[in-house]
């Protein structure tokens, strides 16, 4: 467990920690200052294995803070060389779970669309344009009912906010997702998006991983008042209490 009993260690060995990162917790420390995953990475592991002086954890991939799943810190530079290489080489396979609004037609789909940045705003273009960026990603719809519709999103390409700008575009935004078009936040300001799956090879051994992130309590499918005892929950300020107790300020 990472700090709370609810909290799992998805994998640890000497060269990689994968972890579950609720929603509302920063993957890496930004001007706000709040703490962040990182952080507390290099706190446990400072703590779990007895590290005197500073714990190397290096960060070879990201999460939007609304946004929930698993996590994956090098331990080693050797490591984080060889994770970053793959994640640019488009050899790691992504997949999500997301809750969209809406009833989306069909049983299966494939998004493709030219995504471009201004002013700090990112925007389907309907053309290509000398600063956008190809965008594509695929979908298989596992259940429906009136009001929305739960995917299973396979990644091809990694653009920031992607897939909730292309399902935004396509309109279907995530739940809770009011930057792109939702119609009302959810109860932690989450937005309904699970990194679900990860994999990679392993960076010192002929060994693909894959590191799989629980269905956390509160997740918005079937029922968010469903929740199984072996399941940690979706809002990280439910961890709040252990925190605290390990000395480790929380925001207000």
Known sequence: ????????????????????????????GDRTGDVSLLELGKQWLKVRYAKPGQVFLAMVHRLDRPVAGVVLFARTSKAAARLSAQFRERRVEKRYLAVVAGRLGGESGRLVDHIERRDRRSRVVPAPTPQSQAARLRYTV????????LLQVDLETGRRHQIRIQLAHAGHPLLGDLRYGAGEPLPGRQIALLAHVLCVDHPTRDERLVFTCPIPCGWPWPDAAL??????????????????????????
């Open 227 to 252: 929740c199984e005892a072996d399941r940690p929950p979706w809002d990280w300020r439910a961890f709040a209490d252990a925190l605290r107790v390990a000395g480790i300020a929380m925001p207000d």
């Open 1 to 28: 467990m990472f700090f709370d009993d609810r909290w799992p260690v998805l994998y640890t060995d000497n060269h990689l920690l994968a972890l579950y990162k609720p929603a509302g917790l920063l993957v890496q």
């Open 142 to 149: 596992l259940a429906r009912d009136d009001r929305r519709t």
